[in-house]
């Protein structure tokens, strides 16, 4: 047997290399993998119930080398595939529709790789849409299930150089950390290998000035190759590789330049010492490597920072759960994957919920600050949802399972976090543009400043060249963008603020006018009885009974304020809501309307004799009004901050209610907040914002209700609050996960500073290139200090996207 390999791969019978170590228990047996490819889908098969694969097949499975990749084909099966699957609750589409899916490519490096991968993709009939993330190296497919395999897919982009498999988040650690350890071995060699020909050429240089004997000089200059050589091959490879990909494809890259130098060097000096005539370069080829590859390690570790994130997500759940039988005291330990709808299982003190479930138990008391960022426990009783996430701080509590690990409200929020991090706002797409055509123009110039030194200088022609291709690099224009992007997204999710889409940072930069909601959003959306008016022979308590009987079957937030006072002996019959107004309902054959002045006046109702005021509720029989209710919301702690910073920074604020009352000029007048309307359905929310369009205003929608869902999508930004209704959350931009309002300055500052981050990183890079090029063609620049300043070029767009990270105490800047 081959020293370098041992054994076979159980999945596809291939000899496993021998520094590949991967093993996975399957039917009964430890058995081991040649590649991640193999052992990956191996561990779906597993976990899927599906091992009678490996006892019946007749022959082996295929490796991505022959026709059609075993590892591909396993993904068109509906089981394996739904492990992957982003949209649909992950299950497979069907019937026309589009199924979605992550994809992760080692292979990303650039925008040009982004350019070629959607490109080639979208010209594939039965795919729907791509996204390509550089940062994250990932994919984000859409593709009509019954047109085109995913299979076909992915072999077309291992055609183009880009292997990929469906993303797995500790697939991806595991491959970063693979990854890792190569940039540092090849960054290790790189640098020993520039400072050992570094000593070399400073011999070689001080030697010209001392006539030091020729055999010497030509043996520095042998040595010098033997060390240049694996520096370029081996540490130098990731330039090249992806340079010939591209060229594969008739494409353009940044690595092409970069390569063309580097070869250029290469093989002039390999010449000049067979000739014993001319220059070396050997020592600029290792320091271009050396200085390039700084760069690109940089890069790494902020793509890596996206894929820990999400990881860490992802693995801070329980894999297994304590699943009750019958009456037992004691359950019985069980993989997640295991649990169906209606399964009860134990939470112990201090332990993580797994899994959505509906409470059994009486009362708990659950910390959900891994979901929302607030560290005090809330009160929750039987039959209402406890959410995967949360901690339990008292006792032992049960819950029964209301879904699975794939559609859990923790899942929404990691899979809505990954979308945002793949997603490319309109700026990155021009950057994309310009820095694909810069490469083109460099090579163009490149080629002109060659023709005129050898016509000139033809001695100078060829290190001049290799300084104008390599200064000019556009790395630094080609990571502007979606570093920026990344980064400001990450910043907000560690604020506990949920994007679904880059677009959102690009957006709410340019926000004039803020709108909110009132209940709910400016208050805690917690109705209480301030006030009960008897108008009529009836009683307080008889008042409240009615009132709860007739806001029995509401889940309105003024419904809820009655919960408390209902009666079983009072039960309202024919009971029936009117948007905006009021409800009504009979009971003991007695009709009664409940609602605002307009609606009782609207029923018959008669005030000439009543001196109350306008605000508050009514309670009307049919002859008599009995009651006036007056009903309080307090107001947010942080409301009056917030307001304080947004108007201090410019923005003008609105309050558009739902609630006819008076209640929202009182907000209003203890907020500062001038424009203000109460009363408004969602057509009139709807008409106020598009008003505001109309005269040039960019508008941030801020809500929580149904109501508020038509006007969010009408917005150009919008946030939806913690408590905010699913179709809310739905339609909205972004949503908070606390119910801090400090949050909404956050954002507003975060993605004004992202967008001048991004402008920048682009003007930083341009007026790199504006002012380096013409200083490399007219020859001031030597090669060497060609390399620091592109790489260092590319390291200030990195290190300057990374202060996003950072949060700033004072407010919108």
């Known amino acids: 047997m081959d020293a370098k390999v041992r054994g076979e791969c159980f999945h596809c019978g291939l000899p496993i290399p021998v520094n590949y170590h991967q093993t996975l228990e399957v039917l009964g047996k430890e058995r081991e993998f040649c590649c991640i490819g193999c052992y990956s889908v191996a561990e779906t098969i597993v976990n899927n119930g599906l091992t009678d694969y490996y006892q019946f097949r007749t022959e082996q499975a295929i490796r ?88 076909k897919i992915l072999k077309r982009l291992h055609q183009l150089g880009y292997a990929a498999l469906p993303y797995k988040p500790e697939q991806a650690l595991a491959i970063n950390n693979k990854q890792q350890k190569s940039w540092l071995r090849r960054l290790g060699l790189a640098g020993l290998g520039m400072m050992q020909v570094m000593m070399y050429a400073v011999g070689l240089y001080l030697g010209a000035w001392d006539d030091v004997n020729q055999q010497h000089g030509h043996f520095l200059r042998w040595v010098s190759f033997f060390i240049a050589t694996p520096v370029l091959f081996y540490a130098g490879f990731p330039f090249y590789f992806s340079a010939i990909q591209s060229l594969r494809q008739f494409r353009l890259n940044m690595d092409v330049p970069i390569t063309l130098a580097l070869f250029l060097a290469y093989g002039a000096s390999i010449w000049a010492v067979i000739t014993q005539s001319g220059e070396v370069y050997f020592d600029s080829v290792t320091m271009f490597v050396f200085f390039l590859l700084i760069g690109r390690y940089l890069e790494f570790r902020a793509r890596q920072q996206v894929s820990e994130k999400v990881y860490k997500g992802q693995n801070s759940l329980p894999v297994y759960a304590e699943k009750m039988i019958g009456n037992e005291a004691q359950g019985k330990m069980v993989s997640l994957k295991k649990l169906q709808q209606g399964d009860e299982i134990l939470i112990r003190p201090g332990a993580t919920v797994p899994i959505d479930g509906e409470l059994v138990s009486e009362q708990a008391e659950v910390n959900e600050a891994m979901l929302n960022g ?17 901690v339990n701080t008292h006792q032992a509590i049960r819950i029964k399972v209301s879904g699975n690990t794939s559609n859990s409200y923790w899942a929404k929020l990691l899979s809505m976090q990954e979308a945002a991090l793949l997603e490319k706002p309109k700026i990155g797409l021009l950057a994309d543009t310009v820095a694909r055509y810069f490469v083109l123009f460099i090579l163009l110039l490149a080629a002109v400043v060659a023709w005129y030194w050898l016509r000139h200088e033809p001695q100078e022609a060829l290190w001049i060249t290799l300084s104008v291709l390599v200064v000019s690099c556009p790395c630094a224009l080609g990571l502007a963008t979606p570093i920026a992007m990344t980064c400001g997204a990450l910043a907000h999710n560690q604020r506990n603020v949920l994007i679904k889409g880059q677009h959102f940072l690009q957006n709410t930069s340019h926000i004039t006018d803020v709108i909110f909601d009132k209940t709910g959003t400016l208050t805690e959306g917690t109705f209480t009885v301030n006030k009960v008016e008897l108008l009529a022979d009836h009683s307080k308590d008889q008042v409240l009974v009615i009132i709860a009987a007739l806001e029995a079957q509401s889940e309105h937030p003024i419904a809820l304020a009655f919960y408390q006072y209902q009666s079983k002996d009072i039960v309202a019959n024919d009971i029936e809501h009117h948007s905006f107004a009021g409800v009504s309902g009979k009971i003991n054959g007695q009709t ?78 203890e907020l500062g907040i001038e424009l203000w309307a109460n009363g408004m359905a969602p057509e009139q929310k709807l008409s106020y914002v598009k008003s505001l369009q109309a005269r040039g205003e960019r508008v941030l929608m801020v809500g929580d209700g149904l109501n508020d869902a038509p006007v969010m999508s009408a917005a150009d930004s919008s946030i939806a609050m913690a408590k905010a209704s699913d179709l809310t959350r739905t339609t909205a931009d972004a949503y908070l996960l606390s119910e801090n309002l400090l949050d909404i300055p956050f954002v507003l500052q975060k993605s004004r500073q992202t967008q001048s981050v991004i402008k920048q990183n682009i003007s930083w890079a341009l007026l790199y290139n504006v002012v380096m090029i013409p200083f490399a063609a007219m020859g001031y620049i030597p090669p060497y200090l060609a390399a620091i300043g592109m790489s260092l070029s590319s390291i200030v767009v990195v290190v300057n996207s990374l202060k996003l990270k950072r949060e700033k105490k004072q407010s919108i800047s």
């Open 64 to 151: 991505p080398d022959q026709e059609l990749p075993a590892e591909l084909i396993a993904f068109d099966e509906e089981d394996i595939q739904a492990e992957y699957l982003v949209d649909q609750n992950k299950t497979p589409a069907t019937d026309n529709k589009s199924s979605s899916i992550i994809l992760l490519s080692e292979s990303i490096r650039c925008s040009a790789c982004a350019w070629l991968i959607e490109r080639t993709l979208r010209k594939l009939t039965g795919v729907t849409g791509v996204q390509v993330n550089v940062a994250a190296q990932t994919i984000n497919l859409q593709w009509q299930t019954d047109t085109i395999e995913l299979s």
């Open 592 to 669: 009664y309307w409940f609602g605002n002045r307009q609606f009782i006046e609207s029923c018959g109702g008669r005030f000439e004799k009543i001196a109350s005021e306008n605000a508050g509720l009514w309670l009307y029989d049919g002859q008599t009004i009995i009651a006036h209710v007056i009903l309080t919301d307090k107001i947010r702690e942080q409301a009056k901050d917030m307001s304080q910073q947004l108007k201090a920074k410019g923005y003008r604020l609105h309050i558009l209610s739902g609630d006819p009352s008076e209640q929202t000029e009182q907000v209003a007048k």
């Open 374 to 390: 607030e560290f005090l426990p809330r009160q929750k009783y039987r039959g209402q949802i406890v959410m995967a996430g949360s």
